[in-house]
């Protein structure tokens, strides 16, 4: 009997593998009540999605617990309904922030649509055990070692809510038409998906498989079948907002300068038809943002920051397909607002009446959408202000308005077609235009994915092409070409990258050199499913040779190993191991074209993992040592984690890294005669982090992320660079060492007090950049963490109240009257 059931088991898990699963919806023309009881007699009529499958710990297990979801639709709306049976007192409840559900101690449900049916994108609508709200973009080239591949920075206004139920609880989400994007059809099918997520045991299981063996997730989805006769609404939304707040900057001289900040705008959306969207903001405002980490920059590349501005965050995946799209230019510090500073700091007769730091825009938009031919259209458009400094003769008065940035227009263009078996072919144009003539970009890209339709096979190819004008004149190339298997146990990749010397993508896109040739070989061996010991383990193999396009020359070979294991306490650790067995021609890090420095061989051993964090106490660390054969070369790298969760409203996450690199070559400064020079120097860099949060309710919570970043630099001997990249000594100066602190301090009480409104208070505190710390002086890092509350801090709080009004809501008020 034992066998026989086992045998019926085996088939019946079989026979659901091998099936798409089909739910149907049911319509209604009485709207439901949104309050988590499903206690509608419509909800018993409805069809039931059960069975849910594990994707882990144990990929294809039943799931250990029963969830019964049900599907109903209205002219306006998604309903989606979720009975999840548990011992009530096991449910995991913990309060977080939205979008915050990840690794804390809460249990979830999600529902996801593919709305186009295209197997590629798609959107999440995510509600905790506490009726905290998740939601985001699926996006296909997006990868995520823990959950679905979700772009959270995308929010939409929906109803939720939820009851703790004596044999479980319940889930009941009302998602609004306007939420979403569909082609308008008579009948339509959808991908959809349903999971669950359970904290206590880490259990995550779908409706519909997803297997983790396979390459996607949009792709595994079941269908919602017979959605009849929905039209889409009238998609018109505003959300104005007015801010009021104070700045405070204090000066080197001892004085200060105190600043009124008000402003108003309003962002807006527009949906031109059933499946475009406009988005525009007027007269933005991003002052309530995250600080930036800014950091000590040694390197000859610059510094990619990452982008916190909600407007630019939101709903941009197809605009940064081809990776052309760097947001962070668009309205960025201005391009002479360092030769201001530079000018008066070397004239002590000037003085600064103005110099903004941040380029102002006149408004932003993005039109994007896909048409029922899975065609996505795309186009953004940034108009940036001309921006002035004022600076002051002492002697006599007189005043000079300097522009540091012109009128700037910047836009993309994009079209994306998707093809069967997830494959996609995509055009993209980006282009800057400045008043004045000085620097006009053109950039184009053409983008090929395809998969074979087994979702075995991948290969790419991209090509692209920058033209500039202005005061240059110049054009340039970039041919990508990889093919590989992305499915299955074992997996491999060969990639190609030819830049050439003047491809030049920079004026809104991201490129820290170009004029390379790089090639990329890597094998891995996955295993996805839990062994006697492990959950999940992996080991990859890459090699990485490098070549400058222009002269064709050798720069570099690294070879890099990998190992991957996640145990079943669910701790998870992982050892790295690089080598780069040849001196490295570097060609960029002298500043100076034809020239190159010969940098030594290396061997680096990195090791990091976590703890379990369904824990209240988790830690997370990465310790790392390299070597090299110069003597006294060692460089060691420490940092841990570790975040504490002292009740179900509050947790706090403390972070530390220091890296010290006892023997690093490089650029120093360039000599009377216009030669580099490089040195040899002993870095020290270290960090601390702290992120603390309260949530007082589901839709109101208290943040603080406070970081202090150390970068200490001590020359130890000057050398000049032969024409083949050798080193030759030459006497040794002083005053070349450099002591760098950075401080800044962000709290945010944000009240979410409608859903799509919204009320912040924002405080900033910093350590400014006129008072540097003397390295001399103070040479420990707490010497150094002192001393930055002993100078003067710039303050900033601000007070913003963001109100959301949806014209289809305000058109039936009026009706109602």
């Known amino acids: 009997m034992k066998t026989l059931l086992l045998s019926i088991a085996c088939s019946l898990t079989s026979f659901l593998f091998a099936q798409e699963r089909g739910l149907k919806a049911l319509k209604i023309d009485v709207p439901i009540k949104i309050d988590g009881q499903l206690d509608e007699s419509i909800w018993k009529e409805a ?44 449910i995991r409840k913990q309060l977080t922030s939205r979008d915050g559900e990840q690794r804390n101690d809460v249990d979830y449900f999600s529902v996801f649509f593919d709305t186009y049916n295209d197997d590629q994108n798609g959107f999440q609508f995510l509600v905790t055990s506490r009726n905290v709200q998740s939601d985001g973009r699926l996006l296909p080239n997006l990868n995520s070692q823990f959950g679905p591949p979700s772009d959270y920075s995308w929010d939409a206004v929906w109803e939720s ?27 339509q099918d959808w991908g959809v998906n349903f999971q669950r997520y359970s904290r206590r045991n880490n259990e995550s299981s779908f409706w519909n498989k997803i297997d983790p063996n ?18 889409p609404p009238l998609r018109l939304s505003f959300l104005p907002y007015v801010t009021a707040g104070t700045r405070i900057v204090p000066y080197a001289n001892g004085k200060t300068k105190t600043e009124f900040l008000r402003n108003g705008g309003m962002d807006l959306k527009y949906g031109i038809n059933e499946s475009f969207t406009l988005d525009a903001t007027l007269i933005p405002d991003f002052g309530q943002v995250i600080s930036d980490n800014v950091v000590l920059n040694l390197s000859a590349f610059e510094v990619q920051f990452q982008e916190n501005r909600p407007f630019f965050t939101e709903g941009i995946e197809l605009f940064n397909k081809a990776g052309l799209f760097y947001s962070r230019r668009v309205g960025n510090t201005p391009a002479g607002y360092n030769a201001i500073r530079s000018m008066v700091n070397n004239n002590p007769n000037l003085n600064i009446i103005s110099n903004p730091g941040i380029t102002q825009l006149y408004n932003a938009s993005k039109f994007s959408g896909r ?126 990258v030819i830049e050439s010397d ?56 690294i070879i890099q190993t990998r190992a991957f294991w996640f145990f079943k306490n669910f701790w998870d650790l992982s ?18 074209p034809g020239r190159m420095i010969r940098k030594t061989p290396y061997w680096y051993t990195g090791v990091s993992g976590s703890s379990d964090s369904r824990k209240k106490y988790f830690f997370r660390f990465n310790l790392g040592f390299a070597e090299s054969p110069i003597p006294n070369d060692p460089f060691i790298v420490t940092g841990i984690g570790q975040r504490y969760r002292f009740n179900e409203h509050f947790s ?52 603080l992320r406070t970081r202090h970043y150390w970068s200490q630099v001590q020359y130890v001997s000057f050398f000049d660079v032969t024409s083949d990249g050798w080193l030759t000594p030459r006497p040794f100066i002083s005053s070349r060492d ?19 409104s919204r009320f912040i208070i924002g405080w900033k505190n910093w350590l400014g950049t006129d008072f540097p710390i003397s390295g001399t002086s103070h040479k420990s890092y707490v010497d150094n963490l002192r001393q930055v509350f002993q100078q003067p801090l710039g303050n900033e709080i601000t007070f913003r109240l963001i109100y959301f009004i949806d014209y289809l809501t305000l058109q039936k008020k009026r009706k109602d009257i």
Do not use: C
């Open 652 to 703: 706090l996450d403390i972070e530390t890294r220091r890296d010290r690199d006892n023997g690093q070559f490089g650029y120093a400064y360039r000599d009377t005669n216009g030669e580099p020079v490089a040195g040899r120097r002993k870095i020290t860099n270290f960090t601390t982090l702290i992120n603390g949060v309260y949530n007082f309710t589901p839709r109101m919570n208290l943040t």
């Open 47 to 90: 069809a039931a999605a059960e069975d849910f499958i594990l994707n882990s710990p144990k990929f294809g297990d039943p799931a250990s617990q029963r969830s019964v979801v049900k599907v109903l639709y209205s002219d306006q709306a998604i309903y989606v309904g979720a009975y999840l049976y548990d011992e009530p007192s096991l």
């Open 371 to 496: 048409n029922k031919k899975k065609l996505g259209i795309g186009v953004f458009n940034a108009i940036g202000a001309p921006m002035h400094a004022v600076i002051e003769d002492k002697t006599t008065g007189k005043q000079t308005r300097i522009e540091t940035e012109p009128l700037a227009n910047y836009n993309i263009f994009v079209l994306d077609q998707a093809l069967t078996n997830r494959s996609s072919i995509t055009f993209t144009n980006a282009n800057v235009w400045r008043s004045g003539g000085s620097r006009n970009s053109n950039v184009s890209s053409m983008d090929v994915n395809l998969f074979d339709k087994n979702n075995r096979t991948n290969f790419k190819w991209s090509g692209r092409f920058s033209h500039i004008t202005g005061k240059e004149n110049y054009n340039g190339f970039t041919n990508v070409l990889s093919y590989g298997k992305v499915s299955g146990r074992i997996q491999y990749l060969f990639q190609n």
């Open 738 to 756: 450099q002591n760098f602190n950075a401080f800044n301090m962000d709290m945010f009480y944000t009240w979410d007090f409608k859903y799509g």
């Open 575 to 592: 050892i790295n191991f690089n080598w780069q067995p040849d001196w490295q021609r570097d060609y960029f890090d002298l500043r100076t």
């Open 502 to 557: 003047r491809y030049d993508p920079n004026d809104l896109g991201f490129l820290q050199a170009p004029n390379e040739i790089t090639a990329t070989a890597r094998l891995s061996y996955n295993q996805f499913t839990p062994t006697k010991k492990f959950l999940s383990y992996n080991y990859s193999l890459t090699l990485i040779p490098t070549y400058l396009y222009k002269p064709n020359a050798y720069s570099n070979f």
């Open 161 to 187: 809510k939820v009851q703790i139920q004596k044999d479980g609880w319940t889930v009941e989400m009302k998602i609004p038409y306007s939420a979403l994007r569909f082609s308008q059809k008579e009948i």
């Open 214 to 231: 396979q390459n996607g997730f949009v792709n595994q989805f079941g269908n919602l079948q017979d959605i009849k006769n929905i039209v």
